[in-house]
């Protein structure tokens, strides 16, 4: 099934637009996107996988999760999405930031983004769409050579593929 | 003599070393410091860095330090891209889970 995705980047507002259909009822979906055991499954760019330390779906609560490598690694670095709103089977909004493994901001002042997911039914698919605002280019310059260092999605192969992509874009 | 990028990432201690100093300038003993080689092995893997054209040398007082060689903009370009295809296969994995979801519901 060919099925809808398209990502654009909103340079002046600093935000990305990502749209996605997905084959399955917004029930379903809506469930991929909120409940930790899901999340857990989909969430980790191969060969890592995410891991959930706490997840507490509903407003001011939070979710803290992890990158774990095959050999069950924690990468050391701790993702933090605080649930701003929540509209039940239809949006959600996080805070987005990295913290220590207790959940305590490594920067309390820097928040890496906010990030809208809003669901809707379209007949048998649903449609998420994904408003990813960046805190502004500058940091995101900031965090892009940060990632570097840890390693962005926490591997090294992104580091690789990213000096090959720099080699042949040359 | 000019090399071939895929020479400087092939090693893994030069791998690291571009971590390092993606983060921030380092002088070579800096950099040294990180690793157990001697230091004359790092300035080794540092010079084929060089002619890799992956680093710039700025001069401190009688520092040398070394940074990442790489446009700022075209830094967020390939991140971006970066990001689009880590969303894409992650939305592909959550296609093939939806499925197998859905088949034991049935």
Not at chain 1, 51 to 57: G, R, V
Not at chain 1, 101 to 120: H, I, Q, R, V, Y
Not at chain 2, 3 to 23: E, N, S, W, Y
Not at chain 2, 58 to 80: A, N, P, S, T, V
Request: aromatic residues 10%; charged residues 30%; glycine residues 4%.
């Amino acid at each position: 099934m060919n099925l809808l995705f398209d990502f654009t980047v909103d340079k002046d507002t600093a935000t990305i637009h990502i749209t996605r259909e997905f084959a399955a009822d917004l029930d379903l979906v809506w469930d991929a996107f909120t409940k930790s055991e899901i999340l857990d499954q989909w969430m980790g760019p191969k060969p890592w996988r995410v891991q959930t330390k706490e997840m507490d779906f509903r407003e001011g609560g939070r979710w803290l999760y992890t990158m774990v490598s095959p050999e069950n690694v924690s990468s050391g670095r701790w993702s933090l999405a605080e649930f701003v709103e929540i509209q039940p089977k239809s949006s959600f909004t996080t805070k987005n930031s990295f913290s220590d493994e207790n959940g305590n901001p490594l920067d309390s002042n820097f928040t890496f983004s906010m990030t809208t997911n809003a669901f809707e039914a379209e007949g048998e698919k649903t449609v998420v769409r994904i408003a990813k605002k960046m805190a502004s280019l500058a940091e995101m310059e900031q965090f892009v050579a940060m990632g570097y260092k840890e390693g962005f999605a926490a591997s090294m192969e992104n580091l690789d593929e990213y000096i090959r992509t720099l080699a042949t874009s040359k | 003599m000019r090399r071939d990028i895929f020479q400087a990432i092939a090693d893994p201690t030069r791998r690291a070393i571009l971590v390092l100093i993606a983060m921030q300038a380092m002088t070579p003993n800096a950099i040294a410091e990180h690793f157990d080689g001697t230091r004359q092995s790092i300035s080794k893997h540092l010079r084929i860095l060089s002619e890799c054209d992956l680093l710039d040398q700025k001069q401190e007082g009688r520092e040398i330090f070394y940074e990442l060689k790489i446009d700022k903009m075209k830094e967020i370009d390939i991140w971006l891209d970066q990001f689009r295809k880590i969303m894409e296969e992650r939305f592909q994995q959550l296609d093939q889970l939806l499925y197998t979801i859905k088949n034991k519901e049935k």
